[in-house]
């Protein structure tokens, strides 16, 4: 029956599987963290013994953007160090001139934080811990 013509109320609708857009990563329930984090943070790219500096530009719980200073080995899995951060296994996703596209390969949890704590204007208050 075509779309357009109306069905008896008995019949159910059924969706159309070429209709189903299907998400590109997981639904995560950590809220806050599936976005991505506009960043400006130094980090570095390790592949093997091969280190490149990278500006690590937006982040969130399942990947991040980086620009990267110099060429990158072909790989598909790279480390991203993070300053006091302990290494993030990640995936090469996409490659566009001088900027990558990395997937992690475990979720991080600790992006959530960051995002309330950028936006949380009492977190810029608090003291560190003595």
Do not use: Y
């Amino acid at each position: 029956m075509p779309p357009w013509e109306s069905r008896p109320a008995d019949e159910p609708a059924r969706a159309a599987s070429n209709n189903v857009r299907h998400l590109r990563r997981p639904a995560g329930l950590s809220g806050a963290g599936d976005r991505r984090l506009s960043v400006s943070l130094p980090g570095e790219l390790r592949v093997g013994r091969t280190r490149v500096l990278c500006t690590i530009l937006d982040i969130s719980n399942f990947g991040a953007s980086v620009r990267i200073r110099n060429v990158l080995p072909d790989v598909t899995r790279t480390w991203l160090i993070i300053a006091t951060m302990a290494p993030i296994q990640s995936e090469i996703a996409w490659r566009k001139r001088d900027r990558i596209g990395l997937r992690f390969v475990a979720e991080q949890q600790w992006v959530p934080q960051l995002v309330r704590d950028r936006f949380d204007p009492t977190a810029w208050l608090r003291r560190p811990e003595d």
